[in-house]
């Protein structure tokens, strides 16, 4: 149970690169994010319920992870990135710029910004929540604030 906790937390051992798990753990859920919506074009229904139980398992599986680890939010856990970016990618035609190699680096250069930096509320989040949900909304809400700067640089380009 360890060993399939650890492989999907990590996105497949992705997050036990050694230099900024983070950063590969966004940019391999970009990848996979992008494949899953426009190559198995699924409905939107599926994909709210698959976003539902990822967030969900992901959630019990943190906690799990913690409790034979010593840290409830280990670098080595990045789908709470992948979550992140899941979430962006439901609101992609609103945060669509020029065309789609620029959006997906916009997308990852910015989320990776507001998951590093941490602003209001994922700060107090971050600090007061000591669990999967915690781990998981901090970076949900980085993913907001990501589409909210997409838009704005939308209406201005």
């Known amino acids: 149970m360890k060993k399939l906790t650890k492989l999907f937390l990590s996105i497949f051992f992705v ?3 050694n230099f900024a798990p983070g950063t590969w753990g ?3 859920s970009i990848v996979i994010i992008f494949l899953l919506f426009n190559f198995l074009s699924p409905s939107l229904l599926i ?3 698959t976003f539902i139980i990822i967030f969900f398992i992901s959630n019990f ?3 799990y992870f913690s409790s034979f680890e010593n840290s409830h939010d280990s670098k080595h856990i990045v789908i709470d990135e992948f979550l992140g970016i899941f979430f962006i990618f439901f609101f992609y035609d609103f945060v669509f710029i020029y065309n789609t190699f620029f959006t997906l680096l916009l997308i990852f250069l910015i989320f990776r910004f ?3 930096i941490k602003i209001f ?3 107090y989040i971050d600090k007061n929540y000591k669990n999967g949900f ?3 909304l ?3 809400i980085a993913g907001i604030y990501t589409i909210l700067t997409l838009v704005i640089l939308n209406a201005f380009i």
Do not use: E, H, M, T
Request: a negative charge; aromatic letters at 8%; hydrophobic letters at 60%.
């Open 26 to 28: 966004s940019l391999a």
């Open 47 to 49: 994909l709210i319920l």
């Open 15 to 17: 997050g036990y690169i």
């Open 134 to 136: 915690g781990v998981i």
């Open 114 to 116: 507001f998951d590093i």
């Open 61 to 63: 599986l943190i906690n």
């Open 138 to 140: 901090d970076d949900i």
């Open 121 to 123: 509320p994922a700060n």
